[in-house]
């Protein structure tokens, strides 16, 4: 297995503009989370979705922020507009059931807003 | 609020030696915890894990402990090596809930 696959790598863009982060889960996995990574608060949960519906949204910091979930291969997230403060590294994990084992991470998006 | 705290950024070793990371956390509803390892440009893979109904997890060189009381967990790696260099994030879960709530990360460097 690919593992769970993130595009783009890197993405830069500037203030104001849409910018969507691609996720790929690992086949068979029924669960789905997007991160965010800063350094001062560390691995913060933005939304999770279990069969590729949003079980829990309550970490996405505002309006601008959106996910979706159209099947069970494939997520976005988008950012509209986007702000300098959105700069960060998001992550995508997926797992099979209660994540007891944990989940399984991309190696996630760099996101820079200039 | 932050859940879980790493209250130490970052931890410099001597090869050979011991490396304990700590972890505190706040929700005593926790009743189990994972640590994570991750390089740069890569995400997190997992590492250890242990429940609640435990205060010990052995892997190999590394070992988790946990003092539910003390709402306190830490790994230790013995011995430390070079390429356990990385940053170590904790993470807690309430069973049930299906999410992790990860700390802000200690980034270990392993001095040869």
């Known amino acids: 297995d690919a593992g769970v696959i993130q595009s783009p790598r890197h993405e830069v863009t500037e203030m104001g503009q849409e910018v969507t982060l691609r996720c790929k889960p690992i086949?068979?996995?029924?669960?789905l989370f997007w991160y965010r990574q800063t350094m001062m608060r560390g691995l913060e949960l933005l939304i999770y979705?279990?069969?590729?519906?949003?079980?829990?949204d309550s970490g996405m910091p505002e309006d601008r922020f959106s996910a979706k979930m159209p099947n069970a291969s494939f997520s976005t997230l988008k950012i509209q507009p986007s702000e300098p403060r959105d700069s960060a590294v998001y992550f995508c994990?997926?797992?099979f059931g209660t994540g007891i084992i944990g989940y399984t991470f991309g190696s996630g998006t760099r996101l820079t807003v200039v | 609020d932050q859940q879980v705290k790493q209250n130490s950024p970052s931890l410099s070793v001597q090869e050979g030696r011991i490396s304990i990371l700590n972890c505190d956390y706040t929700?005593?509803?926790?009743?189990?915890f994972l640590w994570y390892k991750k390089y740069p440009a890569e995400g997190p893979t997992f590492l250890i894990s242990?429940?609640?109904?435990?205060d010990k997890n052995e892997d190999g060189r590394f070992t988790v402990f946990l003092n539910k009381s003390a709402k306190h967990l830490s790994l230790h790696i013995v011995p430390s090596q070079p390429g356990d260099s990385a940053v170590y994030f904790c993470?807690?879960?309430?069973?049930?809930?299906?999410?992790?709530?990860f700390g802000t990360g200690t980034r270990l460097k392993v001095l040869a």
């Open positions: 994990a997926s797992s």
């Open positions: 086949s068979g996995h029924d669960y």
């Open positions: 979705f279990n069969n590729n519906v949003p079980i829990d």
């Open positions: 929700n005593s509803m926790f009743d189990y």
């Open positions: 993470a807690a879960m309430i069973t049930g809930t299906y999410k992790y709530i």
């Open positions: 242990i429940s609640s109904i435990k």
